[in-house]
């Protein structure tokens, strides 16, 4: 797989992509923090060798790179999911080349159902911790070049990031919530008895993304800082009928606030 990720690596280094200091993934309804990117590359995952391609509407699949908030960072507008078909090595693998290409922090978003009775639609949560029912990316042989077998998980989500971003939401005026991700597959979303079982084991929100994105960047020690938008409430009294477009439409909502966050976050990271 090392050779893999040298050899994507090289080739967005010939395409102009050089020494990035961030690596941002952009989730559902999230894309629009490109337009605050001065983009100077940008490439569809088509183009890129051993790249997936994202199959989802929202997505737009492209990988971008510029300079925000006064860093150069690559940003990826769309992600890859299990429930796309990929395996857990498709899924991560983008994040893999961003740590080849020389990314010093991960930043990443998604879009969220709440299940915290306290959360409302549209709603930014600073995700803290995570609870993965997916598959881990890390099963099979461990390459010991790239990380350890048996990674820490004890500090998942940076908590100088965390702390600075808080800091950073307060001064915009921007509320802020704090808490759990919880990962499944997808893509169906949840039954009421499942939104129900994930709060009662300790999630705050629940989405088909970013855990595996997490587990592979702590594998190869970079410090990650996530953040999920609130589009729907599998809370009791509170659950409607949800599809891929109410989604987008509410993280749309907030994508503004998220982006503002992550631009002055980036630039003091
Ligand atoms: N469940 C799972 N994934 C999601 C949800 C949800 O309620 N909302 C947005 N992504």
Redesign the pocket.
């Known amino acids: 797989m090392l050779e893999k990720i040298i050899k994507t690596a090289e080739f967005l280094n010939s395409k102009g992509i050089i020494d990035p200091e961030a690596g941002i993934v952009l989730g559902t309804g999230l894309g629009g923090l490109t337009t605050e990117i001065d983009i100077q590359v940008e490439i569809p995952y088509k183009d890129i060798p051993e790249f997936p391609l994202s199959t989802v509407q929202g997505h737009a699949g492209k990988l971008i790179y510029g300079d925000f908030g006064g860093r150069k960072v690559v940003a990826m507008k769309g992600r890859f999911h299990y429930y796309e078909g990929y395996g857990s090595e498709q899924v991560t693998f983008p994040i893999r080349v961003m740590k080849e290409l020389g990314i010093r922090a991960l930043f990443l978003s998604n879009?969220?159902?709440g299940v915290n009775p306290e959360f409302r639609i549209g709603d930014i949560m600073i995700i803290e911790d995570h609870i993965c029912l997916v598959d881990n990316p890390l099963i099979g042989p461990n390459d010991d070049r790239i990380g350890p077998r048996f990674p820490d998980m004890s500090v998942p989500y940076d908590r100088k990031l965390i702390e600075k971003a808080k800091n950073i939401a307060a001064g915009l005026g921007i509320p802020v919530t704090r808490g759990v991700y919880l990962s499944?597959t997808?893509p169906t979303?949840?039954t009421p008895a499942e939104y129900r079982f994930f709060r009662i084991i300790g999630a705050d929100a629940?989405?088909?993304s970013t855990v595996p994105e997490v587990i592979t960047a702590r594998h190869i020690n970079i410090p990650v800082f996530a953040v999920s938008i609130i589009?729907?409430l599998?809370v009791e009294g509170k659950i409607e009928y949800?599809t891929h477009e109410s989604?987008q439409a509410a993280a749309e909502h907030s994508e503004e606030k998220m982006t503002r966050i992550m631009k002055e976050l980036i630039a003091e990271m």
Do not use: L, R
């Open positions: 879009a969220a159902g499944t997808g979303f949840e629940v989405g088909m589009t729907d599998g949800t989604v």
